[in-house]
């Protein structure tokens, strides 16, 4: 991984990181974000980062960018990711963790 690179790898996962403790239960205290590097596909490795879920247990809020910013982390995200896509695990009544996984060009 080139110097470049690895500076588009650490503030992807900076944005991620503090939008996880802005907006979800992992910014509570106690609370943890688990941050995974697949490196598998060299030329296409894939970053996943898990937070704990929105902080209030009725809310179906996930990661979504907002139309009309385009300074936001996700929308800084877009810019410098190949793809990045969000998803979560449900339980019946809520939503217990999201996890977005980005796709770096890094060739």
Do not use: F
Request: proline share 8%; glycine share 8%.
């Amino acid at each position: 991984m080139l110097p470049v690179q690895g500076t588009r790898l650490a503030r992807i996962t900076r944005i991620l990181v503090t939008n996880a403790h802005q907006h979800s239960r992992s910014g509570l205290p106690g609370g943890t974000v688990r941050v995974v590097l697949d490196q598998t596909r060299p030329s296409l490795p894939h970053l996943y980062v898990t937070d704990q879920g929105p902080r209030n247990p009725g809310s179906l809020q996930y990661p979504q960018m907002n139309p009309g910013s385009s300074t936001s982390g996700l929308a800084v995200l877009n810019h410098l990711a190949l793809s990045w896509i969000p998803s979560w695990t449900w339980d019946g009544n809520r939503i217990q963790q999201t996890t977005v996984e980005v796709i770096l060009d890094l060739s």
